[in-house]
């Protein structure tokens, strides 16, 4: 496993954490307090405190990373959706290990699938 922080629940989710995607170096979980039907935390493995350090990556994981990202809301059935990243405690950020928000509404397409992302499978 990349480097990892005891102290870190999102080093401890990457690890242990019900993934509903999971690709080499990066997973994503469903956020506990959602702000839209599909609410998705997409963190990196390594630890890394904020997207300020984003440069500790290899540039080949950082398109990995951000392919997986697309990869995982076109399987959560988003068309279209929101990406964040809060850097900072003033910007919100809480956990400080790296991590992106995924936020969108399913297509109808996906309706069917309301609210259980299982569906989504290991990338």
Not at 25 to 43: C, R
Not at 91 to 103: D, E, K, M, R
Request: proline share 5%; with cysteine; hydrophobic share 40%.
């Amino acid at each position: 496993m990349p480097s990892q922080h005891d102290d870190c629940l999102f080093c401890r989710l990457a690890h242990d954490g019900a993934h509903v995607a999971s690709t080499k170096g990066f997973v994503a979980i469903k956020d506990i307090n959602p702000k839209a039907p599909v609410h998705l935390l997409i963190i990196p493995e390594r630890h890394v405190d904020s997207f300020r350090e984003i440069g500790e990556f290899p540039a080949h994981d950082v398109k990995r990373m951000l392919e997986f990202v697309a990869e995982t809301a076109r399987d959560a059935g988003l068309e279209d959706y929101r990406i964040e990243v809060n850097v900072g405690a003033p910007a919100g950020q809480t956990i400080f290990h790296l991590h992106w928000h995924l936020l969108g509404h399913r297509t109808a397409a996906h309706s069917d699938q309301a609210g259980d992302l299982t569906a989504v499978t290991e990338l």
